[in-house]
């Protein structure tokens, strides 16, 4: 997904006043994925919003304490929770179907063996699948896929749970709000005192 372009950026601004349109503009990008991201099937949607919430949450990591304050502080860390369960999840969706795509070549080859035993008969004598031993590679793929299908369902219960946090606490009205406050009570568009130097 290509970050949507922010609007009215003044280069000749302060940061703080940039940063605010550039802040608020991906938090919207973020929240556009709900409610999508509550169906547990929605898993480019999941992708989608990881990779919002990591612009999110770099843009925050510069610049809300020197332009923002307390609260801006806060929300990047949560916003940084938040991606990196995302990513927890999308690495179950990433290796889960690659791990059945190995179990369904081992099963084909079974099949096949199957078959070969089975030539010239009319039907399939169900007595010959008990012949065929599962590997120790297609019992370990078993066992794989099911840890990673449990852990994907483990993630997401968890992820909605954070999200709905989320939703509760407010998070996106409250830092809109922030962003539209300046530290040290310096009126917005002035220099921000920041460790004895000034940020713009």
Same mark, same amino acid.
């Given at each position: 997904?290509?970050?949507?372009?922010?609007?009215?950026?003044?280069?000749?601004?302060?940061?703080?006043?940039?940063?605010?349109?550039?802040?608020?503009?991906?938090?919207?990008?973020?929240?556009?994925?709900?409610?999508?991201? %509550?169906? &547990? +099937?929605?898993?480019?949607?999941?992708?989608?919003?990881?990779?919002?919430?990591? /612009?999110? $949450?770099?843009? @925050?990591?510069?610049?809300?304490?020197?332009?923002?304050?307390?609260?801006?502080?806060?929300?990047?860390?949560?916003?940084?929770?938040?991606?990196?369960?995302?990513?927890?999840?999308?690495?179950?969706?990433?290796?889960?179907?690659?791990?059945?795509?190995?179990?369904?070549?081992?099963?084909?080859?079974?099949?096949?063996?199957?078959?070969?035993?089975?030539?010239?008969?009319?039907?399939?004598?169900?007595?010959?699948?008990?012949? %065929?031993? &599962? +590997?120790?590679?297609?019992?370990?793929?078993?066992?794989?896929?099911?840890?990673? /299908?449990? $852990?994907?369902? @483990?993630?997401?219960?968890?992820?909605?749970?954070?999200?709905?946090?989320?939703?509760?606490?407010?998070?996106?009205?409250?830092?809109?709000?922030?962003?539209?406050?300046?530290?040290?009570?310096?009126?917005?568009?002035?220099?921000?005192?920041?460790?004895?130097?000034?940020?713009?």
């Amino acid at each position: 997904m290509k970050p949507g372009k922010v609007k009215h950026l003044d280069p000749d601004g302060s940061l703080a006043e940039n940063a605010e349109k550039i802040v608020s503009a991906r938090l919207d990008e973020l929240w556009s994925f709900a409610p999508d991201v %509550l169906d &547990p +099937s929605k898993v480019d949607e999941l992708h989608q919003m990881r990779i919002a919430a990591k /612009r999110l $949450r770099y843009v @925050l990591e510069v610049t809300a304490e020197s332009c923002f304050g307390p609260y801006a502080v806060a929300a990047e860390k949560r916003v940084k929770r938040l991606q990196d369960l995302l990513g927890e999840i999308h690495d179950c969706d990433v290796q889960y179907p690659r791990v059945e795509a190995l179990r369904r070549e081992l099963e084909g080859e079974a099949a096949a063996q199957l078959r070969e035993m089975a030539q010239g008969s009319a039907d399939l004598d169900p007595g010959l699948v008990s012949s %065929l031993e &599962p +590997s120790a590679e297609e019992r370990g793929l078993v066992t794989l896929a099911t840890y990673l /299908r449990a $852990r994907r369902e @483990l993630l997401y219960d968890q992820f909605v749970e954070m999200w709905n946090d989320l939703e509760r606490d407010g998070l996106r009205a409250r830092l809109k709000f922030a962003l539209s406050e300046r530290p040290y009570g310096a009126p917005p568009g002035e220099p921000q005192a920041v460790g004895g130097g000034e940020a713009w």
